[in-house]
């Protein structure tokens, strides 16, 4: 594979696991806690989302070089306004069971500091190109943790998924989960469960190629590993 194509690969799948906005930066935790008390209504915002975030993205990375560097953060919040506007109206036309239970979160998409990062440290600074792939890869990523997230909760909180009765007979279920207390309880298990994956992926991949596996280095007292480099 060439060069220029690893790197656009990389760029493209940055967003889905290595650099995951709400599984592995925590950003985007509102939207997140608030709307994935369905799994319906997690894709809905994933897409909304993804959506304002390719748009933005593309004009931002198009007239990078004309806009003065003192009036950036002004311009940014306007082209980001602009593309939520016409997400909010899109969905309130076509898709109005979708935007009536997104309710206040799609206006609110124009504060989400994932595409406000994403203009501010990557489209302000690539090519179109590049910043078409980051969006995409940033909104799938974005998009993949609120389906997760929303489909813990209801099939846990509601015995359904996408509105479908999946546990009948199995279990009671806990209607706490689609509440916000659940949203927190799930939001922290599953970015518990991801974090450790990552730790262990890291460390079976080091001891792979045979190099010295890293650990934590914190250096507790009382931890056993605290003598060894964090390592048991």
């Given at each position: 594979?060439?060069k220029?194509d690893?790197?656009?690969?990389?760029?493209?799948t940055?967003?889905?696991m290595?650099?995951?906005?709400?599984?592995?930066l925590?950003?985007?935790?509102?939207?997140?806690?608030?709307?994935?008390t369905?799994?319906?209504?997690?894709?809905g915002?994933?897409?909304?989302?993804t959506?304002?975030?390719?748009g933005?993205?593309?004009?931002i990375?198009?007239?990078?070089?004309?806009?003065?560097d003192k009036?950036?953060?002004?311009?940014f919040?306007?082209?980001?306004?602009?593309?939520?506007?016409?997400?909010?109206?899109?969905?309130?036309?076509?898709?109005?069971?979708?935007?009536?239970?997104?309710?206040?979160?799609?206006?609110?998409?124009v504060?989400?500091?994932?595409?406000?990062a994403?203009?501010?440290?990557?489209?302000?600074k690539?090519?179109?190109?590049?910043?078409?792939?980051?969006?995409?890869?940033?909104?799938?990523?974005?998009?993949?943790?609120?389906?997760?997230?929303?489909?813990?909760?209801?099939?846990?909180?509601?015995?359904?998924?996408?509105g479908?009765?999946?546990?009948?007979?199995?279990?009671?279920?806990?209607?706490?989960?689609?509440l916000?207390?659940?949203?927190?309880?799930?939001?922290?298990?599953?970015v518990?469960v991801?974090?450790?994956?990552?730790?262990?992926?890291?460390?079976?991949?080091?001891?792979?190629?045979?190099?010295?596996?890293s650990g934590?280095?914190?250096n507790?007292?009382?931890?056993?590993?605290?003598?060894?480099g964090?390592d048991?």
């Open positions: 594979m060439a220029s690893k790197k656009a690969l990389s760029v493209l940055n967003g889905i290595k650099e995951n906005p709400v599984l592995k925590v950003l985007g935790t509102c939207p997140t806690l608030a709307v994935t369905m799994a319906r209504n997690a894709i915002m994933g897409i909304a989302a959506f304002v975030l390719l933005s993205n593309i004009v990375s198009l007239i990078r070089k004309i806009v003065p009036v950036r953060i002004p311009v919040i306007t082209v980001i306004a602009g593309f939520t506007t016409i997400v909010d109206m899109l969905l309130h036309a076509y898709l109005p069971d979708v935007y009536k239970e997104l309710g206040i979160y799609i206006p609110l998409i504060v989400n500091c994932i595409i406000f994403r203009a501010e440290m990557f489209a302000s690539n090519g179109v190109v590049a910043s078409i792939l980051d969006a995409l890869g940033m909104g799938a990523g974005f998009t993949m943790a609120l389906l997760i997230m929303g489909s813990v909760r209801e099939i846990i909180g509601a015995g359904t998924w996408m479908i009765p999946v546990t009948k007979n199995l279990f009671d279920p806990a209607v706490i989960m689609i916000p207390p659940g949203g927190f309880l799930a939001f922290g298990f599953v518990a991801i974090q450790k994956l990552s730790v262990l992926k890291v460390r079976n991949k080091e001891i792979a190629s045979g190099e010295t596996v934590c280095d914190m507790c007292a009382g931890c056993a590993a605290a003598h060894n964090g048991k």
